[in-house]
DNA sequence: TGCAAAAATGTAATCGATTACAAATCGAAA
DNA sequence: TTTCGATTTGTAATCGATTACATTTTTGCA
């Protein structure tokens, strides 16, 4: 069927336009080199032959591949699904394409990356969860690289991250301004590094306020629906039910609210909860979600402009960015 | 700091193992062509010098990229995502890469991908959306591409779909089993195959089961949250409400609930509301959603085996796939 | 007009693999 | 031990661009 012709390379256009092959190389590349009368002759020449660059043949011989990995632990989480978008959006107008791996929460995975940069098939790294770095960082040694959304304690990597500690503390002081005193928690995987501030900015708060923290509020959480309606569940069963839910992400706030209606009770009348992302769903939820907003597209942005930069040489503006998140009060929370 | 060392090519390991690069690349391609023996030896020099082969020279000897490029209308659109979660996973172990290009719903860089091609920069196309397809079908020609989601009519392209005609027809049917009679429809952007195939399934089922098709129970949207709510703040403005809602996404579903709730009615109670596509936050809606469930990751998967057979010029099992999708009732509709 | 410097263009080496073809080695049968 | 065919390995051309360096053309100015 596809009668596969031949695609035109530089030569031909050369010919066609009666200049040389350099000629045409910078005409493309850096057309301000080239005599305006010669230039139009090529472009003509270019669009006649319907030539377009290979790009293959480019990359071997610049070893530049106008590329970036981005190392994803799931693409189809919401969150990361968002972050995502900014980066795609930074990188298509500064002329790089982006390439994806799902690792699939895999540690094993998450570790080949480092060879994409290697074989030369990429310029630059995003990782958008740093856990296992540490690991791999030895072999990253010079290749550009940003980290997303996790600061990866003690690499010394250019990132780009939510101030959680700060979100944190913040809400939890709403909480505590509109009356709650017992305040429960729930947690996500303990190795994260987000997890991890989230939790120091909510005990912050307490204790800033000479609030106790009492340990039987704090329950473990893996960011998913199920976990929050788990740990719902399991505070609704203590002697004193807790009066807020602070649940460190929206799924687990939705989650939560579940397990509240479920056992015939409801939010915000019997207890208030509140989750941290603002997903997109946070605000149609049913009562919408009292939440921490955090600029997801412009988490991608930032960092990929940071690693824009990195590539080319330029000196980042900044090579720790910490972007402010936003408390969204809504109709999960009541003050007491 | 990164003291950027020569990585060692297939020269290095040539020498280093005392064979031929011809050997090298033929040990590290097509072992079974070398003798154990030498094999080894050139394992050992990999190994020994840290070898990773230089994929822009494979790529512009080859004519071979090992790398597919999906053109998404959005990334961050929980649909998508997941779909190009089930795509990178088949991609994967089959030794391809995944490029993604969001052309954030602009028709205009939907073209431009036919470019990748031609570029030499990606072996084949996956069409998240193949809308604007038809105007670039012609300069594909050639190229393995595969359409996902949306059937692009006459255009003879291979394609994975959701049978969304025959599920939206057996929605409709389920709520009319439960004694509605007046079932609004809220329906997807006009230009969408894939809306209008579910209309054709909602309108069948009426047709079916002698009930008219009322013109005023029709409302447009366009699969967003805030669309959902405005139609069902027009339906409930109609002099005779109706008893169902079945928005053709689950987000406009759940904005019908919304609306339902602000006007103080609820949903099962005054009005049932089914949605389509089960995502993940169907279930933990509140009430939960009633939809219709498609294989979003198998769709994904589905597509990129086929692109795959395509590439390396396999005849794939089937050139159109049409997947069953589940209805999924839960507690946003009722019996009548 | 003549001449030096600047600008524009051309020649050809180069990036690092793959692979057609040739050469060498091996093994089995006679 | 030959000998022929099958296996294994090696040599070197090739993919299509970029770019250092050489050469030509243009420009500005005396």
Redesign the pocket.
């Known amino acids: 069927m596809g009668e596969r012709l031949q ?1 035109p ?3 031909d256009v050369a010919r066609r336009a ?9 005409t ?2 850096n057309p301000e ?3 305006p ?3 139009d002759a090529v472009m003509q020449a270019v669009r006649e032959t319907g ?1 377009v ?2 790009v293959a ?2 990359n ?4 530049r591949t106008h590329a970036v990995l981005a190392v994803v632990p799931d693409v189809s989480n919401i969150f990361f699904s968002q972050v995502l978008q900014g980066i795609a959006a930074t990188l298509r107008p500064a002329g790089y394409s982006l390439i994806i791996a799902d690792t699939g929460n895999d540690p094993e995975r998450e570790r080949d990356h480092a060879d994409f940069v290697r074989a030369g098939r990429v310029d630059g790294l995003l990782l958008l969860n740093g856990r296992l770095l540490s690991a791999a960082t030895g072999e990253l040694a010079g290749a550009p690289t940003v980290s997303l959304c996790e600061r990866i304690p003690g690499s010394g990597l250019p990132h780009v991250e939510t101030a959680n500690r700060e979100a944190a503390r913040a809400m939890t002081e709403r909480l505590i301004e509109q009356g709650h005193r017992r305040i429960a928690y729930v947690a996500g995987p303990a190795a994260n590094v987000l997890e991890h501030d989230r939790f120091a900015g909510y005990r912050e708060a307490l204790e800033a306020h000479g609030l106790p923290l009492d340990a039987s509020l704090v329950r473990p959480g893996d960011f998913s629906i199920r976990a929050g309606e788990d740990a719902a569940h399991a505070l609704l069963a203590l002697p004193a039910r807790p009066d807020a839910i602070f649940a460190c992400n929206d799924a687990m706030a939705m989650g939560a609210i579940r397990a509240l209606t479920a056992a015939g009770l409801s939010a915000p009348r019997d207890v208030s909860v509140a989750g941290f992302d603002d997903i997109e769903f946070a605000a149609a939820y049913n009562p919408s979600l009292t939440t921490v907003r955090q600029a997801r597209t412009e988490i991608g942005a930032r960092a990929a402009a940071m690693l824009v930069d990195l590539i080319e040489g330029r000196q980042p503006a900044s090579r720790e960015i910490r972007l402010p998140a936003e408390i969204v009060m809504r109709d999960s929370t009541r003050a007491r």
């Open positions: 695609r390379k530089i030569d009666g200049v040389s092959t350099a000629t045409v190389s910078r493309l590349a080199q080239v005599k009368k010669t230039r030539y660059l290979n043949a480019r071997l011989r610049t070893s």
